[in-house]
């Protein structure tokens, strides 16, 4: 039997050999979860020994990553903004940029006092960013939607591993609120343009839905949607939190430009680009 100081050694040439980027971290993030363990624990197991079953498991997974399955679909969870959150075929994999939205947009909702206010967050995927919303902020009512019912599905479950208490809903954007106003509106909507989408990493293009990233021509499909027919969902003063592409800066605030709309704003990510987008209703 080897021990988990032999494996890692073998399992990161396996990848690095292939290509993998990030070999040994790869390595350890899949041996700590084929072991139940957290990653820095190998390092106080290192001579434990590991059985069949795991050795098998662990190469299952090898297989999975050289064929350029992303790690986060073979672990099949990940750790966002407070909340322990399931990702399969069905959803995207929740970014680290959006983290980053969800505290910006928590900062802000925590402003006013949220008793009785309802926040929707559209195009929700995996449920990520209203739960970690609804988990930072109690009080508020939240409600998720998307398109996808194998994705609300996801997001179902993810409500009920975190125990907390939203609403999930499946239709094309605003479909599912017919004739109800909302306080606060949130969304990472598809804004990948065709072009970019035949350049991305295949990591991406082979594995995530590509309805979770295509938007048009210019990317800018969903914003033209919400620009047009928001106004009417929104009580008054309400506030909008859209993530947009790194490049999309100036394009959204042509399309988000003049009445109703106000106070728009662009926030960045840790590298500098803009992939934030506030906005109010008068
Ligand atoms: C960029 S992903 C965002 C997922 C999640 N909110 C996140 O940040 O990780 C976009 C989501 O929009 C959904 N979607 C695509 N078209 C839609 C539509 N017309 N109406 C509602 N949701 C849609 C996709 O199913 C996908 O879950």
Same mark, same amino acid.
């Not at 003049?258 to 008068?282: C, M, N, Q, S, V």
């Given at each position: 039997m080897k021990t988990i100081a032999e494996i890692l050694p073998l399992a990161t040439s396996y990848l690095a050999e292939r290509k993998i980027d990030r070999a040994r971290r790869s390595a350890e993030e899949l041996l700590a979860f084929v072991l139940g363990?957290?990653? *820095?624990d190998l390092y106080l197991q290192y001579d434990r020994p590991l059985i069949e079953t795991e050795m098998e498991k662990m190469r299952a997974c090898l297989v999975r990553r050289i064929k350029g399955e992303p790690i986060e679909y073979i672990m099949g969870e990940i750790d966002f903004y407070g909340c322990r959150i399931e990702v399969g075929r /069905?959803? $995207?994999?929740?970014? %680290?940029e959006t983290e980053i939205f969800v505290d910006l947009a928590v900062k802000g909702i925590r %402003? %006013?006092? *949220?008793?009785g206010r309802v926040l929707w967050d559209l195009?929700?995927?995996?449920g990520c960013i209203g739960l970690g919303i609804k988990r930072a902020c109690p009080e508020l009512r939240v409600v998720l939607s998307d398109l996808s019912p194998r994705a609300m599905a996801v997001a179902e479950k993810n409500k009920i591993k975190n125990h907390l208490d939203v609403e999930c809903r499946v239709g /094309? *954007? *605003? %479909?599912?609120? $017919?004739?109800e106003k909302a306080d606060f509106v949130i969304c990472n909507p598809p804004y990948v343009s065709t072009k970019e989408y035949e350049e991305i990493d295949s990591s991406v293009r082979d594995f995530e839905p590509s309805m979770a990233l295509l938007a048009g021509k210019r990317g800018a499909d969903f914003y033209e949607k919400l620009s047009r027919e928001l106004p009417s969902f929104l009580n008054p003063q309400a506030r909008v939190f859209l993530e947009i592409g790194h490049a999309q800066g100036l394009l959204v605030q042509e399309i988000f430009n003049g009445p109703p709309w106000r106070h728009l704003r662009l926030e960045k990510d840790w590298a500098g680009h803009d992939r934030f987008f506030f906005l109010e209703i008068e």
């Amino acid at each position: 039997m080897k021990t988990i100081a032999e494996i890692l050694p073998l399992a990161t040439s396996y990848l690095a050999e292939r290509k993998i980027d990030r070999a040994r971290r790869s390595a350890e993030e899949l041996l700590a979860f084929v072991l139940g363990v957290k990653r *820095l624990d190998l390092y106080l197991q290192y001579d434990r020994p590991l059985i069949e079953t795991e050795m098998e498991k662990m190469r299952a997974c090898l297989v999975r990553r050289i064929k350029g399955e992303p790690i986060e679909y073979i672990m099949g969870e990940i750790d966002f903004y407070g909340c322990r959150i399931e990702v399969g075929r /069905d959803v $995207l994999i929740p970014r %680290q940029e959006t983290e980053i939205f969800v505290d910006l947009a928590v900062k802000g909702i925590r %402003q %006013q006092p *949220l008793e009785g206010r309802v926040l929707w967050d559209l195009c929700s995927g995996s449920g990520c960013i209203g739960l970690g919303i609804k988990r930072a902020c109690p009080e508020l009512r939240v409600v998720l939607s998307d398109l996808s019912p194998r994705a609300m599905a996801v997001a179902e479950k993810n409500k009920i591993k975190n125990h907390l208490d939203v609403e999930c809903r499946v239709g /094309d *954007l *605003l %479909q599912p609120f $017919l004739n109800e106003k909302a306080d606060f509106v949130i969304c990472n909507p598809p804004y990948v343009s065709t072009k970019e989408y035949e350049e991305i990493d295949s990591s991406v293009r082979d594995f995530e839905p590509s309805m979770a990233l295509l938007a048009g021509k210019r990317g800018a499909d969903f914003y033209e949607k919400l620009s047009r027919e928001l106004p009417s969902f929104l009580n008054p003063q309400a506030r909008v939190f859209l993530e947009i592409g790194h490049a999309q800066g100036l394009l959204v605030q042509e399309i988000f430009n003049g009445p109703p709309w106000r106070h728009l704003r662009l926030e960045k990510d840790w590298a500098g680009h803009d992939r934030f987008f506030f906005l109010e209703i008068e």
